[in-house]
């Protein structure tokens, strides 16, 4: 068996479809001959972990972690807040305070391309010594941070590696470069180190047509687009229309609720008043719906968006779940009667699939999305016919969306993490 080195600063994931995306991979690699080797800081700083997820790593898989130093504790004592209150995307247009904003400089001149920066040289040191003496036939980063990438760079100079660069997300074309407070000279050393990735990596990886089309202009290096997805494991066949409801209570079961669920981070720049208003001006026209109606939140969640829904006086409607492992976020997918995909308002995450929307379709519930009508998740929706994507403008259209007969999902199959191993070992040497 092969064996594939895979770098990863997120092991164990939290529970977002894109970066539990290489323990998918893991999962069905060996079936297709190759043995994952993962390597992993042994202290990330993350919002969530979720141990349930390494059921999927197989028996074969070997795990090599290193400890990591990184500035985000500091970052905290600058701002004064706790782990838990961090904002989802703390890089965004929203307001910030002076200690904010000099952290955010700090975050985005002094440590480039990110604060995991002083991971790479003690990488390379130790994984130099460690494939001398287990090697591999070829080593995958995944990014962000980009950071990872710069190993996998490292690599590919010194042992002559085949080297994948996996892109879950752009670099200087993410929707959230232009909020760090570049200076000119970080601003160069961005664009040289993303350039330097592409053209040096023997494989490309986007997870996103357009982003895609991004980096291929930027390079000769062949570009492939291996979107996320679903593991079918996790969505049996059959199941969805009968999946049983989260229990509310005795009081509800003569009224069905009536379920809007939103699974993942759900950060500012994203918080769709326009549906927040939409459900205010139904319930205050129609009580019946109000006592139906749940607003369920499952993951992390910006202050800006409970605020927002308990200023319209819905507070009493809103169902704060926190941080659920990956199979009850699953079960809370299921159950929904609308699934909410509320974008960033950003011109650039047009060109964004995050990475629920697959197993969206997988729930094979009604997606209600509030982003860009033509961006790239729109044309998703479209095409499976799971849903509408609306502008974050208007309510009429958001109200009768509600109420509107919804056809089936169309076949996914193609979005299977099963299907999506097999195109990523097409790519593999």
């Not at 470069?177 to 350039?195: F, I, T």
């Not at 047509?209 to 000769?220: C, E, G, H, L």
Request: hydrophobic share 40%.
């Amino acid at each position: 068996m092969k064996r594939l080195l895979i770098i990863t600063y997120y092991w164990p994931p939290t529970g977002g479809s894109g970066v539990q995306r290489w323990v998918k991979f893991s999962k069905y690699l060996p079936a297709r001959g190759w043995q994952p080797v993962i390597y992993t800081p042994e202290n990330p700083e993350q919002l969530a972990r979720d141990e349930s997820l390494l059921k999927d790593v197989p028996a074969c898989a070997e795990v090599v972690k290193t400890r990591i130093l990184e500035p985000y504790a500091l970052y905290r004592r600058l701002t004064g807040g706790k782990k838990e209150q961090q904002e989802v995307n703390p890089v965004n247009a929203q307001k910030k305070n002076w200690k904010q904003r000099l952290s955010l400089w700090i975050r985005g001149n002094c440590f480039v391309p990110d604060p995991r920066i002083g991971w790479v040289r003690p990488s390379l040191r130790f994984l130099k010594k460690y494939l001398a003496e287990h090697p591999v036939d070829a080593v995958v980063t995944t990014g962000p941070p980009h950071s990872v990438h710069l190993i996998g760079r490292g690599l590919k100079r010194a042992l002559g590696l085949h080297w994948i660069a996996d892109f879950r997300d752009p670099w200087t074309e993410m929707f959230y470069y232009k909020h760090l407070g570049l200076g000119p000279a970080a601003d160069r050393r961005h664009r040289r180190l993303e350039q330097s990735v592409l053209d040096e990596a023997d494989t490309v990886i986007s997870v996103s047509p357009p982003v895609r089309d991004d980096f291929q202009a930027k390079t000769k290096t062949p570009v492939v687009l291996i979107t996320n997805g679903f593991d079918e494991e996790d969505f049996p066949v059959g199941s969805g229309e009968s999946e049983a409801k989260p229990d509310s209570g005795a009081a509800a079961a003569a009224v069905p609720p009536f379920r809007l669920v939103h699974t993942g981070l759900f950060a500012a720049d994203g918080n769709p008043l326009n549906l927040w208003d939409a459900l205010a001006q139904r319930c205050e026209a129609d009580p019946a719906f109000r006592g139906r109606l749940e607003i369920r939140l499952a993951g992390k969640v910006d202050a800006a968006v409970t605020e927002a829904i308990r200023a319209r006086g819905l507070g009493d409607r809103l169902v704060l779940l926190g941080y659920l492992p990956h199979d009850e976020t699953v079960r809370e997918q299921r159950a929904a009667d609308i699934l909410l995909l509320p974008l960033r308002r950003e011109p650039e995450y047009a060109k964004v699939l995050p990475g629920k929307i697959f197993e969206y379709l997988a729930a094979r519930r009604p997606v209600l999305g509030i982003g860009e009508p033509e961006g790239a998740a729109a044309r998703i929706l479209r095409d499976a016919g799971a849903g509408e994507m609306f502008d974050w403008d208007g309510q009429e259209a958001l109200l009768a969306f509600l109420d509107a007969p919804h056809p089936p999902t169309a076949d996914i199959g193609k979005y299977t993490r099963r299907a999506l191993t097999a195109q990523l070992t097409q790519i593999l040497p």
